[in-house]
């Protein structure tokens, strides 16, 4: 019972990591929409996010990597102990 | 506690032992600190009622010390990410007991710092205005996206390679275990789980850097954007990512001088980490003396009237004092204490570093201040005094940090004990075999 | 587009502070006690300014009104985090007191120091209270603000032109300062019409831009015979 309540909070925990990223894409195409309608530099904001976006999505993958890596091997292990 | 946890027996039986048992010196330090964070609380509480006034910024000092500290903090958190980055990508094995410390002072600094800017708005009930409406051609909103952007990164980066000391934490059961269940994410150390965390810390850690370098670099912006003389300069972005990495440094080295006294790692941090830490200090201290030479004396040949002007008041002027001082603790105290092996012990290390920190501090100051005080339009100079209120929050921030260190020092290792063990079991034979892999006549030194 | 400028003739000028005053009151600007405005903390949308030059007792003095300068190339509002300051397509560099956070960026980067700050919660006499201009919002504090080349008569002035079915002529469109000045030294118009005042005045020999080599473009114009 505790097992799964735990793998339901750590899933949304990895969750709202994706949400938080999806977040700053949306805020930042955003300001980008704002700026290209006010003729205001749209540019430089273009640009920032060509390196900002990409930089948030890579931490969130790897977050994500990590926690289905680990999660495979925890669950393969659990189940052969159960077994046995 | 119901029943004792019986960690007495681990060979790293000291780094279990703060989590474990919590002594008297825990309760009075947070609670100091925490009477100082409420108090710091408290007079901001009055900022925002009665607006700015009660700060001692006016026309034309107009930035003062929420500024100062802003840039400073987020120097300091330069400490961790970057130098933990550095020393694993170069596969430094001294590096095992300081990465986790300095990846804590990152997370932990850099958060407060972000925070600073807030503190100094006007109106901070519409900071929320930077989403609705914000520019992305303003450096302030340059400065939001990287900042945030690594204190995710270095927060993933802190949180990857605990994992392993998260699950031993789990394993040894007691209070909390279900937390330590939750964060250990299922680790139980077989071989693929290895390999997965080590690829990962390896793709962030060679992504860390420049995300950290990029932070520095992006504060400065925000005053060499501007035309004020002093500040419009293309010096300023490596010459604050240096000023960055050398009051991390220090910060780094106190810290360590610190716990190692506190919680007994006497055994874990020895003299050879200060001293090849104390050596990169006083790199760095060298390396900052000729940037801030190279800006000086550009200034003073060309000697452009309105940047000559600052310069003057900077050598000259009321705020002289902090600029020498500056020179003091940034130069000449670091470069006598580490460049003599004499000194180079670990108190000298520790006056080195507070000397550090300190000239750090009064180098943001006199950056802001000075050219601030000065503007284009002679006519007008202005003198900042900071309140009790700035003071207080200045206050406020340090506690913040050593809260949050002394908090996390209580839930987890504060050196990575499973690195610890990694380089007793691996890493003597690993060098050995690197050393020779890449020694002329290696195999000879084997027979 | 119309493209507003100012000029302002300090061979004319004698430094009385009438525009000061003007300025003030228009603009519901407030009236900061003296402790606080000797610390630096003085609300004025324009200012007089004086400046010593020489060494006693050779001294000159040089005194002259500074509004904000309205640049066409202003550092203040490529700075600005929140589009709280702006550049109009007329010319006119605006600030939104609604929308500014107070970061005072603005203030750092501009070169001349035009901008004021709400450092406290802004007052005014009782007298003033009764009078304020409907015309112009009251600011609150922790929000910068500045000239604005009295920008709500043009808006009038736009309104009233648009009911008689005429273009807007030189001499409609007055900011509060260039109206009440006693000695007719500060002229205002558009620098795009050829017929006006300000088109001849600022290419004057007489004529001169503060900083013109931080290539701000600033829209207020000096005359002056000195130098």
Known sequence: MQKNLIYIAQLISLIVMWIFVIGIAIWILNLISISVELRDAPGVSIGISIIAIPVFFTIASILTYVFVGLQKDYKSNSKTSLEG | ???????????????????????????????????????????????????????????PVSWGFYIVNFVFFIGISHAGTLISAILRLSKAEWRRPITRMAEVITAIVLAIGGLHPILDLGRPDRVLNIFTVGRLQSPLLWDVTSITAYFTASTVYLYLPMIPDIAKLRDKGGKFTWFYKFASWGWQGTEHQKKVLNRAINILMVMVIPIAISVHTVISYIFSMTLQPGWHSTIFGPYFVVGAIFSGIAALLIVMIVFRKVFHLEDYLKKVHFQYLGTLLLIMSLLWFYFTF?????????????????????????????????????????????????????????????????????????????????????????????????????????????????????????????????GRKESVKEVEKRVKSYLPGGEIITK | ?????????????????????????????????????????????????????????????????????????????????????????????????????????????????????????????????????????????????????????????????????????????????AESCPADAIYFGDLENKESKVYNLAKSSRAKREMENLGTEPKVVYLSKRE
Not at chain 2, 4 to 19: G, Q, S
Not at chain 2, 33 to 48: C, E, G, N, R, S
Not at chain 3, 131 to 152: I, L, M, Q, W, Y
Request: proline share 5%; with cysteine; glycine share 6%.
């Open chain 2, 1 to 59: 506690m119901s029943k004792k946890i019986d960690y007495r027996n681990e060979i790293d039986a000291t780094l279990y032992k703060p989590i474990y048992e919590t002594g008297k010196g825990f309760y009075i330090t947070v609670g100091i600190f925490l009477l100082l964070f409420l108090w710091a609380l408290f007079m901001y509480i009055t900022q925002v009622w009665f607006g700015l006034g009660v700060t001692g910024m006016n026309q």
């Open chain 2, 294 to 422: 190279s800006e000086y004396l550009t200034g003073i040949f060309a000697a452009e009237p309105h940047e000559m002007h600052i310069i003057l008041y900077k050598f000259t002027g009321p705020y002289a004092i902090f600029f020498w001082m500056m020179v003091i603790c940034n130069f000449l105290i670091p470069v006598i204490i580490l460049g003599f092996k004499r000194f180079k012990t670990i108190t000298g290390v520790l006056i080195a570093s507070i000397a550090v920190v300190i000239g750090m501090w009064l180098e943001r100051l006199n950056i802001v201040v000075p050219s601030l005080a000065n503007p284009r339009m002679e006519l007008t100079v202005g003198m900042y005094v900071p309140s009790i209120v700035e003071w207080a929050l200045f206050i406020g921030g340090i506690s913040a940090f050593v809260l949050g260190f002394v908090l996390f020092s209580k839930f987890f290792p504060l050196i990575s004990i499973w690195e610890t063990e990694e």
């Open chain 3, 1 to 177: 587009m119309s493209k507003w400028a100012m000029v302002i003739d300090l061979d004319k000028c004698t430094g009385c502070g009438d525009c000061i005053a003007a300025c003030k009151i228009e603009n519901n600007i407030a009236i900061v006690d003296p402790e606080e405005a000797n610390s630096g903390r003085v609300m004025f949308w324009i200012e007089m300014v004086s400046v010593y030059e020489g060494e006693f007792p050779n001294i000159k003095i040089k005194r002259f009104p500074k509004p904000c300068f309205h640049c066409e190339n202003p550092p203040c509002t490529k700075v600005c985090p929140v589009h709280a300051t702006y550049k109009n397509d007329e010319g006119l560099v605006g600030q939104i007191y609604h929308r500014c956070i107070g970061c005072r960026y603005c203030m750092v980067a501009c070169p001349y120091t035009v901008k004021v700050f709400n450092w406290y919660e802004p007052e005014w006499p009782v007298e003033f209270r009764k009078c304020f201009n409907p015309d112009v919002s009251v600011r609150t504090k922790g929000v910068v603000e500045k000239c604005s080349f009295c920008a709500h008569r043009l808006i009038k002035v736009k309104e009233e032109v648009d009911l008689e079915g005429r273009d807007i002529q030189d001499g409609d469109y007055m900011p509060a300062c």
